[in-house]
């Protein structure tokens, strides 16, 4: 049972233009909700994160879009570069009272920026 | 560096042999998490603790498995009786209490296990 989907395995776009990744979620406790990126031989890297209290979140060129009553986020990498290229995890937190507030993470899209 | 530390990266080892593996988490960080990748998925959660209390366990974690957390510092990951299927990349994160700006937990780049 995959609480957390990225229906799309891989993605490719144009420098400068822009890259959009998909996430949904099926866990109504899910509160807290991150993008990872990550390169080959690295651990995963914060990339931006939004409370559920929220619908919108920006840092620079990236923007995090959260829609609870479809329970999916998308984030948008604008404009996009050949750096950006690594596979993005979207991972989710619940605040349940005690717990580890352990992330469950999507199986992750592998975003090729295309020079 | 004081990001998170994972020793060794990588470990090949035969099945029925024991590897453990050792993280250095954030210094400040009370919180310590460990986690299994493999091939096309994401991370998925094992063990977590609050300093050095074991406080929660996914049911990834068989009876082989065994984690600790000496004095709140680095934590060791035990896979006695290794199988197979234990190859993966083990991952590591800490976090302070409660969870900074972000809510986000700081990952160490793995230790990846290959049984034969």
């Known amino acids: 049972d995959q609480q957390v989907k990225q229906n799309s395995p891989s993605l490719s776009v144009q420098e400068g233009r822009i890259s959009i990744l998909n996430c949904d979620y099926t866990?109504?406790?899910?509160?807290?909700f991150l993008w990872y990126k990550k390169y080959p031989a690295e651990g995963p890297t914060f990339l931006i994160s939004?409370?559920?209290?929220?619908d919108k979140n920006e840092d620079g060129r990236f923007t995090v879009f959260l829609n609870k009553s479809a329970k999916h986020l998308s984030l948008h990498i604008v404009p996009s570069q050949p750096g950006d290229s690594a596979v993005y995890f979207c991972a989710a937190s619940a605040m349940v009272l005690g717990s580890a507030r352990q992330l469950t993470f999507g199986s992750g899209t592998q975003l090729t920026v295309l020079p | 560096d004081t990001g998170v530390s994972q020793d060794p990266r990588h470990k090949i080892t035969k099945r029925g042999q024991n590897v453990t593996f050792r993280c250095d988490p954030i210094?400040?960080?009370?919180?310590l998490y460990w986690y299994r990748q493999t091939l096309g998925q994401g991370p998925e959660f094992l063990t977590y603790f609050q300093n050095e209390a074991q406080l929660e366990k996914s049911r990834l974690l068989s009876d082989r498995f065994s984690a600790e957390r000496p004095k709140g510092s680095f934590s060791t990951l035990e896979i006695q009786r290794t199988e197979q299927g234990d190859s993966a990349m083990y991952l590591c994160?800490?976090?302070?209490?409660?969870?900074?700006?972000?809510?986000?937990?700081?990952f160490g780049p793995g230790t990846r296990l290959t049984v034969l």
């Open positions: 210094s400040e960080h009370n919180r």
């Open positions: 939004i409370s559920s209290i929220k």
């Open positions: 866990n109504s406790m899910f509160d807290y």
């Open positions: 994160a800490s976090r302070t209490l409660y969870g900074g700006q972000h809510n986000e937990q700081f």
